[in-house]
Structure formats: structure tokens, C-alpha cells
């Protein structure tokens, strides 16, 4: 699948983040099963667990929106190396957005895709909850 759009978008969230303390900037861009794209930055707290990632600001947005269906969600990164979602996002994804395509970008805007279930093999989900 073609997910140039979708990339262009995540590297240019980027320009949003707010990383005071870091200086890590991120941008992430949601694509939804009905092709709406929802993007997203990280927006960092002095308190450092009450940061917010952007695949997790874009996932919200899409969900507080009524979006429940999605194909693909783009991170991109200042990194010489694809950047992909910590342990938090990677576990907010398989729980709101299912199998889908991560597209991990690094700064020269070169780009590497994986399912989701590649990066967090063995999920914990609502089948054990239930």
C-alpha cells in the first residue's frame, strides 16, 4: 500500500511536538479504515509519566472522534534509525487500532512497515479480561 500522504503528514507533525525537556520531537499520523487521516505530536509534561506520546495523541484524537477502524498509523522521527512506538503506544494500538501497519520513518524520510503484532508479539488484550 501506498502510504506516502500518511508519512508526509506524521514528518510534519513533528513541527507541533512540544519536547522542552527532551528535545525529541515526534509526529505520528493515524489512517483510518475510511482513508481520514489523524495526526498527532508528543506534548511532554515536566512530570515525565504524564507525557504523551504522538501515536497515543493521534490514536485519542481519531477514538474521541468516533473512529474504531484503522489501517495504518506513521511514526517519524529525528533518528538516524526507523523509529517505532514505545511499549505504552505498541500496547494502546493492539488494544484500540488491532493488526495494522506501523510505518516507522527515520529523519532522511526513509520508511520501514511492520504489523503491529510484529512489534509486540504475544499482546496481553480483553480476551484475558473478559
Known sequence: MDYNLLI???INSKANALAPYSNFHVGAALLTEDDK???GCNVESSSYSLTLCAERTAIFKAVSEGERKF???AVAGDTDDFISPCGA???VISDLCGNIDIVMINKNGKSKTMKASELLPLAFGNKYIK
Open 89 to 91: 503506544c505498541r500496547q
Open 8 to 10: 508526509e503528514k506524521a
Open 37 to 39: 487521516i489523524y495526526t
Open 71 to 73: 489501517k495504518a498509523i
